[in-house]
Each structure stands twice: as structure tokens, then as C-alpha cells.
T-cell receptor, first 109, second 113 residues
Framework: GIQVEQSPPDLILQEGANSTLRCNFS?????LQWFHQNPWGQLINLFY???GTKQNGRLSATTVATERYSLLYISSSQTTDSGVYFC???????????FGTGTSLTVIP | DSGVTQTPKHLITATGQRVTLRCSPR?????VYWYQQSLDQGLQFLIH???????AKGNILERFSAQQFPDLHSELNLSSLELGDSALYFC????????????FGPGTRLTVT
């Protein structure tokens, strides 16, 4: 199956700092999503972004499908941003998501 | 709230037992996906149903089975449970069969003792 690598694996930020999370994937994809898993385990949709750039408040994401990577930007981080961020891709054959191993983010006040 | 519901939220059972997890997709969604999240394996795709038909299988054990009913809700059946089956089981739904945004339910936390 398709390989999905996320970096960095762990990140500790001071409140108010900015960060960039990266997702590399090994094959062409036609679906890519970013999720935030909060401390209660819930998976929250952040972006559906198979290509291009999207912004939602303090968060934005860019996917360059031809170069097989996606970036998630978090600006002015808040303690509520803590949790694990997952990238998931659906390969060209469709029908199933492959998840990366996640980036664990801790924002300290 | 994603609109996807899962029951129960928590389940504690003994080895060798059988359990059924239930998922109701968002209104209008035809696709249901099941995922398992364990500490050592991460998030893994199990199975995908579209409008009652199985569309794709991932790393689903033979002891596990699923189905999607005419009202589009889905059930994941886990039998002959082992300690290693303890995990968070997620259901997700999407509108279309292929390559579309998936919305995840809150999960069912299964503990096998």
C-alpha cells in the first residue's frame, strides 16, 4: 500500500508560536485529508485538500500532488491545538485511507 | 459533531467473547468505512461498504466481519476476541463511493480483559 510519512513526530510549542507540519506520500493520490485527534480521541476534520491551498482561521494547508507532499500550517498556536495531527491519503485506486503516524503537538502556555 | 454516530462508546469484555459495534452514517451518505486505532499499529483501514455492498478490504482479520444494512447503518462484528483486539474502533462516512471527504464518528473504545 501507499506509504505516508509525517514530520516531525513530536512538537512542543509556546503559545502564540507558528508551526509547519509535513506529510509525504509515496504514490499519486486523489484524496488527502488532515485531521486533528483531540485528547479525548475524537478525529476532527481539518481540511479535505487533494491539491491546492485552503485556509480556515489560524490553520491553512497546501498540497502539491505532483511532488507528493502536503503541509499544514498552524499560526498563533493555542493550548487547544494540542493533540495529534494526522494526514490521510486515498490512493488512485480509491476506496481506502492510509494514515500517517501523526505529529503529536503540545502547546504550552 | 460530525453527524456520524457510534454505539457503544465503551465496551469491556473478556477474551473469547463476541461483540458488535454499530455505526450510523451522516444523513445522505452512502459509504461507511471502519478503522482500528491501536497503540502499536496506529490507524488502520479495515473495510469499506457502499450502499450495502462491500467495496474494499484492508487489514481486517478473519475473526472480524461487517455489513451495511438497507437503512445504511453498519455493524462491525468482532469474535473470538483476544487481548490484542483492544483498540479504538472508528466508523467514517462519505457521500460517494470513491475519493471523497470522510467524516469520522466518536469511536468505540474496546477493552478485552
Amino acid at each position: 500500500g501507499i506509504q505516508v510519512e509525517q514530520s516531525p513526530p513530536d512538537l512542543i510549542l509556546q503559545e502564540g508560536a507558528n508551526s509547519t507540519l509535513r506529510c509525504n506520500f509515496s504514490d499519486s493520490v486523489n484524496n488527502l485529508q488532515w485531521f486533528h485527534q483531540n485528547p479525548w480521541g475524537q478525529l476532527i476534520n481539518l481540511f479535505y485538500i487533494p491539491s491546492g491551498t485552503k485556509q480556515n482561521g489560524r490553520l491553512s494547508a497546501t498540497t502539491v500532488a505532483t511532488e507528493r507532499y502536503s503541509l499544514l500550517y498552524i499560526s498563533s498556536s493555542q493550548t487547544t491545538d494540542s493533540g495529534v495531527y494526522f494526514c490521510a491519503v486515498d490512493a488512485d485506486t480509491g476506496n481506502q485511507f492510509y494514515f500517517g503516524t501523526g505529529t503529536s503537538l503540545t502547546v504550552i502556555p | 459533531d460530525s453527524g456520524v454516530t457510534q454505539t457503544p462508546k465503551h465496551l469491556i469484555t473478556a477474551t473469547g467473547q463476541r461483540v458488535t459495534l454499530r455505526c450510523s452514517p451522516r444523513s445522505g451518505d452512502l459509504s461507511v468505512y471502519w478503522y482500528q486505532q491501536s497503540l502499536d499499529q496506529g490507524l488502520q483501514f479495515l473495510i469499506h461498504y457502499y450502499n450495502g455492498e462491500e467495496r474494499a478490504k484492508g487489514n481486517i482479520l478473519e475473526r472480524f466481519s461487517a455489513q451495511q444494512f438497507p437503512d445504511l447503518h453498519s455493524e462491525l462484528n468482532l469474535s473470538s476476541l483476544e487481548l490484542g483486539d483492544s483498540a479504538l474502533y472508528f466508523c467514517a462516512s462519505s457521500a460517494l463511493a470513491d475519493s471523497y471527504e470522510q467524516y469520522f464518528g466518536p469511536g468505540t473504545r474496546l477493552t478485552v480483559t
